[in-house]
């Protein structure tokens, strides 16, 4: 057994060596299309990806304070800096249940607009690039109600990554302005 | 025959005069052939000497005439006759010079000599060296040729020189006798007397005239003489002796008339008196014999009653005697059959003893095999302890051991918790390090193309941090198999270290065993030791045990011999003691018979006095008409003659009681009818019927059977007396002694004396 990990040690540690000698050697590639950084995460099932522009920063969860009568997908405030920064939770929004917070749940604090929020993810795999002519427009009829919050989809082999529009999504009522009477319509 | 005196005084007066008459015929039969011999001797020697001369005369007679020199005549050349008529005798003759002269002059002369008494065997003359020249005419006869029949008829010249032949040859007179005799044996047995006297020639001795007388006559005539006196000594002899015999015999008379006297006496007709006829010793003897037998007569009754009472002692002593010999034989017999049980029981215990001394032997050679044997145990339990304390030793070393290893396992485990903290430092570092890498990529992104090269860095950075976190994950993932792995090690080493504790105590329990077991093996040691050392002791006292048990047994044994000696004794003492008790009652028994048989003639005179002198009856002596006397058990009776017996034989009846083993003496009727008892049972009645049966018994008919026997006993068998032996109702052994009692011929009953033999 220990010799199958030294020798597990000892292949990771030429596989390190081995990347850190590619990546001197790697070509730049430029294509010829237009790329978008997205940022990937990961809430409840699904991944969802984030363009970059819109991305501030990424924090571990700190403490959150919880607001009272506030929607399912509001999840507290917290301060960052200063700045009271709403934690938002995309789950409910786009159909899922409200996530159970635990260790290592990241925020994602996103700016648009004027509206700045910070998104409540299981998980930050970290920026793809992905070039326009990859995006396929989202065919299940999934609720209307997020479609138009979504550029299309990504497939990559099995999984399939969901691009958010955060301008629209930011661009929510729900989200800003009115949110008791937003709540309400949509109930 | 040779009892008699008289015939002893004979005899022995005869061998007196025998011997005396012998005597005196030899010594009258000496004395006379003394005196026929010197007769004869005076003779012989007369005739020898007066031949000698007549001879002398001869020789000198042929010298002076010239016949011969002196030479011729002394010749003792002597030629042996080889020719003529006497040669080829078988033994040698011899010629001298003068032998053929005096053939001629002196063999008449000599004859005349032999012829003159029958006596004269030879007469004869021989030179001095024996030659004899001219024999008797009897002796020169011719040869025959028979060397026996010359031997004894042809002894003329022929050298005599045997010593008696010599001896009268050279005969010169030295003893002044004038004549030598000598005696011997002829080869006939006859005595023989050669007397020679010497022969001179002109004064020169020349040899001997011999002259042989045989005393074949002379013996002959003592021999008659001896006979002739011993005939009339003999006769002599006769007559005194029948002489002498019929004196002594007559003197001896009066002797044996005292001899019956004191016989008839000894019989014990005590009266007896002797006539006294003679006035000599004999007749003073019979009248000393009268006094004496007077004297005796007094003393005897006292003598006897003393005999009696010595008697009784020896009686007593004999039956003690023998009770003590029964007891003793009983004494012996259970001596005997003690020792040899004893014998048996020693013998049982030699063997006891020989098998203790065997088992002592095994058992002290066992012992000792014992002791070889925990002597090893001994080496091997010290090994034992010796390897159990290096065992302790490693225990307590294992133990420190495995003390510190779960140490250095709880160590390890603390420092790969401290791993684990520190390791969860660096997923901290490699988290935050992720996110500040996210953070810078997506700062490069905002950037546009001015942050592609950050964005560059950024990604290696989240990826280097990724790295550090698997890195860190596999980590985790080792510490946590570590503490496992330490865990699992503190649990062993926590159950070794008791394992290793529970070993100790085993080891320690061991080395406990092993020092009892240790302790244990020297005791055994010292035990068997001890045992050897006890067994061997023990196998010598058995032994000495045995010699003793030995000389137990022949203890015992001569304890068995000489119990068989001591029986022997006593059998022999038992068999002593009931001869001298044959002897007393012998003794007794003639006593008693005498006693009773005079008893018995004394009532007889007394009975029959009464019927001669008148005062009964012969029919009322035999008066059988008992009459019962009223008022008496047992009954008695009255007969016609019973008042007078009581008062004239009831003293003398008494009179035998003074010996104190006579129990009764009383007369009897032929039916046991008993008019007269003693005094002593005839006590006065009392009325006490027990008290009377014993004291009162006369008068009483006493027909049980011993009492029926004496009364009946008649004396047919010839003994004159009965003898009873009965036991008394008491368990007394008595004799019962009777002698029939007639009057005028007629049996009237008995007298009975009763012995009390214990």
Wanted: charged letters at 25%; one cysteine or more.
């Amino acid at each position: 057994m220990q010799e199958g990990q030294s020798y597990e040690i000892k292949q990771i540690l030429q596989g390190m060596r081995t990347d850190y000698w590619r990546n001197l050697e790697a070509v730049e590639d430029v294509g010829g299309g237009s790329v978008s950084e997205y940022l990937v995460i990961r809430c409840g099932t699904k991944r969802y990806g984030l363009l970059a522009a819109n991305c501030r920063e990424v924090l571990k969860l700190p403490r959150l304070v919880r607001v009272p009568r506030l929607p399912e997908h509001l999840r507290g405030i917290f301060n960052l800096r200063g700045e009271i920064v709403v934690v938002t939770d995309l789950c409910p929004l786009l159909g899922q249940g409200a996530q159970v917070i635990q260790d290592g749940f990241r925020l994602v604090v996103i700016e648009a607009g004027t509206i700045k929020t910070a998104l409540l993810a299981e998980f930050t795999e970290g920026l793809v690039s992905i070039e326009e002519g990859q995006v396929e427009p989202l065919a299940d009829g999934s609720g209307t109600g997020f479609r138009d919050l979504v550029f299309g989809k990504v497939v990559q082999g099995e999984d399939v990554l969901v691009l958010m529009d955060l301008g629209k999504l930011l661009g929510r009522p729900e989200l800003i302005v009115d949110q008791k009477e937003k709540a309400e319509v949509n109930n | 025959m040779m009892n008699r005196i008289s015939v002893k005084i004979v005899v022995a007066l005869i061998g007196v005069l025998t011997v005396i008459m012998v005597i005196s015929t030899y010594m009258i039969v000496e004395q006379r052939s003394q005196v026929l011999r010197e007769e004869l001797l005076v003779k012989a020697s007369s005739l020898a000497r007066i031949g000698a001369k007549a001879l002398e005369g001869v020789l000198e007679q042929s010298l002076s005439s010239g016949q011969f020199f002196e030479e011729q005549l002394f010749d003792t050349d002597y030629q042996e006759i080889t020719d003529g008529p006497l040669a080829g005798s078988t033994i040698p003759k011899y010629r001298t010079a003068y032998d053929p002269y005096l053939d001629m002059t002196i063999k008449d002369f000599q004859d005349t000599f032999a012829a003159s008494d029958p006596m004269v065997v030879f007469a004869v003359l021989v030179d001095r060296n024996g030659y004899l020249p001219t024999h008797n005419s009897e002796y020169a006869k011719p040869l025959t040729g028979n060397a026996e029949a010359d031997k004894v008829g042809n002894r003329t010249k022929r050298l005599f020189n045997d010593p008696v032949g010599l001896a009268a040859a050279r005969y010169h007179n030295e003893d002044g006798q004038g004549f030598l005799r000598q005696v011997y044996k002829r080869d006939t047995g006859e005595t023989m007397w050669d007397v020679s006297a010497p022969v001179y020639v002109r004064g020169k001795h020349w040899g001997g005239f011999r002259i042989g007388f045989s005393m074949q006559q002379a013996d002959a005539a003592i021999l008659a003489l001896r006979n002739t006196l011993a005939f009339s000594m003999f006769l002599v002899l006769i007559f005194a002796s029948v002489t002498c015999l019929l004196v002594v015999s007559r003197m001896m008379r009066p002797l044996k008339d005292l001899t019956r006297a004191a016989e008839r006496i000894s019989e014990g007709s005590l009266e007896e008196q002797i006539k006294v006829a003679s006035r000599d010793e004999v007749g003073q003897l019979a009248g000393a014999f009268n006094n004496m037998t007077q004297v005796i007569v007094k003393n005897l009754q006292g003598e006897i009653d003393k005999s009696n009472r010595m008697v009784m002692s020896v009686k007593e002593a004999i039956q003690q005697l023998s009770t003590s010999g029964n007891e003793l034989m009983a004494i012996s017999a259970q001596q005997a059959s003690g020792s040899a049980q004893q014998a048996a029981a020693v013998q049982q215990a030699t063997t006891t003893s020989e098998e203790i001394a065997a088992t002592a032997r095994q058992v002290s050679e066992n012992a000792g095999r014992v002791e070889a044997l925990a002597g090893h145990a001994a080496a091997s339990s010290t090994d034992g302890q010796e390897a159990v304390s290096a065992a302790v030793d490693g225990m307590f070393q294992l133990k420190g051991q495995v003390r510190s290893i779960a140490e250095a396992m709880l160590e390890l485990g603390e420092n790969s918790q401290k791993i684990g903290g520190i390791i969860d430092i660096i997923d901290e570092i490699s988290d935050q390090t992720n996110l500040l890498s996210l953070n810078a990529a997506i700062e490069a992104a905002g950037a546009g193309e001015a942050g592609k090269r950050f964005s560059v860095v950024a990604n290696e950075v989240r990826r280097l941090a990724d790295r550090t976190a698997d890195a860190t994950n596999q980590v985790k993932a080792l510490i946590v198999q570590i503490q496992q792995a330490t865990n699992s090690t503190i649990m062993l080493t926590e159950e070794g270290s008791k394992g290793v504790d529970a070993a100790s105590s085993l080891v320690a329990n061991i080395s406990e065993a092993l020092e009892k077991i240790s302790d244990a093996v020297d005791e055994t040691t010292s035990a068997a030791s001890e045992i050897k050392l006890m067994t061997q002791q023990q196998t010598t006292a058995s032994e000495q045990m045995t010699e003793t048990i030995v000389e137990v047994r022949d203890v015992a044994v001569q304890v068995a011999t000489s119990s068989q000696e001591t029986t022997q004794a006593i059998s022999e003492l038992t068999a002593l003691a009931e001869r001298l008790q044959d002897m007393v009652e012998e003794d007794l028994l003639s006593q008693a018979k005498n006693r009773v048989l005079s008893g018995a003639r004394e009532l007889e005179r007394v009975l029959t006095e009464a019927v001669s002198g008148g005062r009964f009856s012969l029919e009322d002596i035999f008066d059988e008409n008992y009459q019962l006397i009223s008022g008496t058990d047992p009954q008695k009776y009255h007969t016609r003659y019973d008042s007078y017996l009581d008062d004239s034989i009831r003293d003398y009846q008494d009179e035998f009681l003074d010996n104190p083993m006579v129990a009764y003496a009383v007369l009897v009727d032929r039916n046991g009818y008993l008019p007269t008892h003693n005094t002593r049972f005839t006590q006065p009645m009392t009325g006490n019927v027990e008290k009377d049966k014993t004291g009162n018994r006369t008068k009483r008919i006493f027909n049980d059977p011993v009492g029926l026997r004496a009364a009946h006993y008649n004396g047919a068998d010839g003994n004159g007396y009965l003898q009873q032996v009965y036991e008394r109702d008491t368990g007394e052994k008595m004799w019962d002694i009777s002698a029939p009692i007639f009057v005028k011929g007629r049996h009237w009953g008995g007298f009975r004396i009763g012995y009390q033999m214990d």
